[in-house]
């Protein structure tokens, strides 16, 4: 089945800690987006990507870091600059302009402990 | 301007009754406009999508109402059940530029009351 896979499910982060949220797609889609879900606060960008080895800042983007070697994979890391990490986060693809519908993974829990 | 405004933030209604969610934007070279259901704990998922050149879609129980002129758009459930119970986002793109990200409403968290 076509799909978004991130891992994990649920993420425990010590204070100064970087982690990495894991985004796999095979839909083939072009592009991809990383999201955070605060409660009362919606869906906002932290980064999305169009093509590989190529990718933009979103609206919240300081403290987390992409990159974009396959067309599959859009991994992202929470850094230790990022000081208030606990949220959830959403990963998303998309395919050319002509088809704008997102298709979302399941999530990433983040905690820090 | 980028936003799309989305009301209310919460939403109760009994079983049957038909919830509407109501979303604003300002953009007027938005050209997609499509909608998002997400349970707890779940990524959203496309639920109904509707263009600029159609007032109205309808698929199953949803329906979007779009005005164009007002710059404004609506979810209807029609004889919402307790399993409709969730977060609602709307959304709005536009192909300009090459560009296709969603800007998304805040969201209305809904509960179908038995």
């Known amino acids: 089945d076509g799909g978004i896979t991130q891992s994990p499910k649920y993420l425990f982060r010590k204070e100064g800690q970087n982690v990495t949220l894991s985004c796999e797609q095979n839909l083939n889609h072009d592009a991809m987006y990383w999201y955070r879900q605060d409660p009362g606060q919606g869906l906002r960008l932290i980064y999305y990507?169009?093509?590989?080895?190529?990718?933009q800042k979103g609206d919240i983007a300081e403290g987390y870091s992409v990159s974009r070697e396959k067309k599959e994979s859009f991994p992202l890391t929470v850094t230790s600059a990022q000081k208030n990490p606990t949220a959830f986060y959403l990963c998303?693809?998309?395919?050319?302009?002509?088809?704008?519908?997102?298709?979302f993974g399941s999530g990433t829990r983040l905690t820090v402990v | 301007q980028q936003q799309v405004k989305q009301s209310p933030q919460s939403l109760i209604v009994q079983k049957g009754g038909i919830p509407i969610i109501n979303c604003a934007y300002e953009n007027t070279a938005f050209d997609y406009f499509p909608w998002y259901q997400q349970f707890p704990g779940k990524g959203p998922a496309l639920l109904i999508a509707?263009?600029?050149?159609?007032s109205e879609k309808k698929e199953g129980r949803f329906t979007i109402s779009f005005n164009k002129s007002a710059k404004q758009f609506s979810l209807h459930i029609m004889d919402s059940q307790p399993g409709d119970s969730a977060t609602y986002f709307c959304?709005?793109?536009?192909?300009?530029?090459?560009?296709?990200?969603?800007?998304f409403g805040k969201g209305t968290k809904l509960s179908v009351i038995p």
């Open positions: 990507s169009q093509i590989v080895n190529d990718f």
């Open positions: 509707i263009r600029p050149d159609v």
């Open positions: 998303a693809s998309s395919m050319s302009p002509e088809n704008y519908g997102y298709t």
């Open positions: 959304a709005a793109s536009y192909s300009g530029a090459g560009s296709y990200q969603l800007t």
